[in-house]
């Protein structure tokens, strides 16, 4: 490119001086968006996809219950486990684990709360349903089958 | 660094800032995860009674629309095998949308409905053996223990995915449009509640068979 003669005594250089505020600015934006990990997940999960998805009005009312293979087979053997909190439990600590939730709220709000059920694709419907007869002892009748967006 | 310049330049050097900042974000988005509160809502049924014997079955039979999965992920639709769970949102909303038998109530509502759901009840429709009208049609889906969470997952999209459609149309929505309905507008609620007015969405999950088959 011999054409392009350099002009005297002008700067080549772009001006990078804007690019810390836009870095800065993606930064901030994924802080925001993102809420830090608060329990450690020992369960595989992979969500199953579905189209009708709702989204949850309130967060403050929804509680979590994991279900799938434990990551550490050789420990925990592979068949899927229920994880509530950080530990696992069997299905009769549900009721329990759901009026520990329910104390957290307020009175007025403890028959709306919502469990969310994060359920690997693996499992098989006996171990879901065990859940969900608990939650129906617990009157905790609202639920949640976390899934993700297909797109078709 | 302009190299002309006999004089020394009195700014700091900003040019690491953007690893810094680079480095940080490269944190948060190792960190982090986008919080997924999305799924499909059911609500379950209240736990029986144990006092009470179970309630006797009054409803007429062509008025459930019986779905079965057993443990090899099969389906039985209305006693018949089902291949592709897609094809059940079709079949649940012609069931819906049947008014066999209507009552003077069912009558009302189909006047009621858009003139597209009425073509839809007159061509696929008006047959003796489905649904008497929408509000006696309840979609019941038994799974068994060993069928997989995918599956069931699917099949009560496919039913949601059904009513949505037909709540949609009511108010000239597609489902998806239907379901970003914000409840707490008090326009878009009384959308909402337009869209539902006499035909509940009756999803009977009854509880999985002890054995497999």
Do not use: C, W
Not at chain 1, 108 to 118: A, C, G, P, W
């Amino acid at each position: 490119m011999s054409k392009f003669k350099k002009s005297s005594g002008t700067s080549q250089e772009i001006p990078t001086a804007a690019l810390p505020d836009i870095i800065f600015m993606l930064l901030f934006f994924f802080m925001v968006t993102t809420v830090l990990r608060d329990k450690t997940i020992m369960v595989k999960q992979e969500l199953p996809k579905s189209t009708q998805l709702s989204k949850l009005e309130r967060k403050s009312l929804v509680s979590y219950i994991y279900i799938g293979k434990p990551n550490k087979v050789d420990q925990f053997g592979s068949e899927p486990k229920i994880q509530v909190n950080d530990v696992f439990v069997e299905p009769k600590d549900i009721i329990r684990f759901v009026n520990q939730e329910k104390d957290k709220l307020s009175e007025v709000e403890r028959d709306q709360i919502t469990m969310s059920l994060k359920v690997d694709v693996e499992a098989k419907m006996g171990i879901v349903s065990d859940v969900q007869e608990e939650l129906r002892e617990a009157n905790a009748r609202k639920v949640l089958y976390s899934s993700l967006r297909r797109l078709d | 660094m302009a190299k002309g310049k006999s004089r020394p330049t009195a700014e700091v050097n900003s040019g690491s800032m953007a690893d810094i900042a680079f480095l940080l974000l490269i944190f948060f988005l190792v960190t982090t995860t986008i919080a997924n509160d999305k799924g499909v809502l059911m609500q379950l049924p209240p736990p029986p009674d144990p006092t009470q014997p179970p309630p006797d079955i009054t409803k007429n039979q062509k008025n459930i629309f019986k779905i079965q999965a057993n443990s090899l992920d099969k389906l039985l639709v209305e006693e018949e095998p089902l291949t592709e769970v897609t094809e059940l949102r079709g079949m649940i909303k012609d069931f819906i949308l049947n008014f066999g038998k209507p009552s003077a109530e069912g009558r009302a509502l189909y006047n009621s409905l858009p003139a597209s759901l009425r073509s839809h009840v007159n061509s696929r429709g008006r047959r003796q053996d489905s649904s008497d009208e929408p509000k006696e049609a309840i979609v019941s889906f038994k799974a068994d223990r060993g069928t997989s969470y995918e599956l069931y997952v699917q099949v009560l999209d496919e039913i949601h995915a059904a009513y949505n459609e037909v709540y949609g149309a009511r108010i000239g929505l597609s489902a998806e449009e239907f379901l970003l309905l914000d409840k707490r507008d008090p326009e878009q609620k009384a959308m909402y509640k337009a869209a539902r007015e006499g035909i509940p969405k009756a999803v009977s999950i009854a509880e999985p068979n002890k054995i497999g088959g």
